[in-house]
Nanobody, 117 residues
Framework: QVQLLESGGGLVQAGGSLRLSCAAS????????MGWFRQAPGEEREFVASITLNDGPTSYAPVVKGRFTISRDNAKNTVFLQMTDLKPEDTAVYYCAAGLGAQFDYWGQGTQVSVSS
């Protein structure tokens, strides 16, 4: 049973924008904080952004703060990551995750984001 399904990745030129979406099961979306992580080739997976349950506080990695925005649509059980001013170093597989606090227990399959220079 797929509980987190990402979409919206693709190829974009540097300076461009993309919006990632993550459709979650009702059970997951209504019980957990949501986050985005990414993993570049040869690198470890890293935190990108998170938003708490019930549209609470958001948190961002310093390298994306001011460029990326995380939000959640409670009516659609979906969390978004709006990415602007994309840079080649943003190229990675982006994963949606759900959990509580710093512990993320549920993961999507990932969506590829590629930024050309």
């Amino acid at each position: 049973q797929v509980q987190l399904l990402e979409s919206g990745g693709g190829l974009v030129q540097a300076g461009g924008s993309l919006r990632l979406s993550c459709a979650a099961s009702v059970r997951i979306f209504n019980a957990y904080d949501m986050g985005w992580f990414r993993q570049a080739p040869g690198e470890e997976r890293e935190f990108v952004a998170s938003i708490t349950l019930n549209d609470g506080p958001t948190s961002y990695a310093p390298v994306v703060k001011g460029r990326f925005t995380i939000s959640r649509d409670n009516a659609k059980n979906t969390v978004f990551l709006q990415m602007t001013d994309l840079k080649p170093e943003d190229t990675a597989v982006y994963y949606c995750a759900a959990g509580l606090g710093a512990q993320f227990d549920y993961w999507g399959q990932g969506t590829q984001v590629s930024v050309s220079s």
